[in-house]
């Protein structure tokens, strides 16, 4: 064989593979998100110099970089004057907010509650927020509104909408 043949036999084949096959192109994925672990009959305590301040547990939780998301959600916060407990179906704890979705149920100590689908909690400032329609009651006082602003230190609300049905007593003298 010839030397010459041969070269333009390896030539060839080399062009060929050059022009007809066209290198993998391989997608790179960022996972900015990715869960850190799953938990099952999820419960946290959180303590300090003082005891018990924050109590969360639920049926299932997941643990990322800087949150939790947890099903079943049952939060208790006794960090400040009033024990505070909200329950709904999902929650998300993040920076000492508290975000509830889904039949959500706040409950104070001495009596007062609320009920709402969306509600968040700011645990430094003890601001629960209702952007939705929500039912406020105590004893046999109700109030019905949107937008409800409720803080837990002064035992203030603020809402828009507001329709409220209030039992009045009169002074013994």
């Not at 993040?94 to 700011?122: H, P, S």
């Not at 949107?146 to 828009?160: D, E, F, M, V, W």
């Amino acid at each position: 064989m010839n030397l010459n043949i041969f070269f333009i036999i390896i030539s060839s084949g080399l062009l060929m593979i050059y022009f007809l096959f066209k290198p993998l192109i391989i997608k790179e994925q960022k996972f900015t998100d990715v869960a850190l672990f799953n938990i099952f009959s999820f419960t946290m305590y959180e303590l300090n110099n003082k005891g018990l301040i924050t109590l969360m547990n639920g049926t299932e939780a997941t643990r990322y970089s800087n949150r939790y998301t947890i099903k079943h959600i049952d939060y208790t916060d006794n960090s400040k004057n009033y024990i505070a407990n909200m329950k709904s179906k999902n929650g998300i704890y993040k920076n000492d907010i508290v975000t509830l979705d889904g039949d959500v149920i706040y409950y104070r100590e001495d009596g007062l509650t609320f009920e709402t689908q969306k509600a968040v909690y700011n645990k430094k400032t003890s601001i629960a927020q209702a952007d939705g329609k929500y039912i406020l009651y105590q004893n046999s006082d109700s109030v019905v509104g949107t937008q409800l602003k409720y803080n837990n230190l002064l035992q203030q609300a603020s809402s828009k909408d507001v329709t409220a049905k209030y039992q009045l007593i009169e002074e013994q003298k």
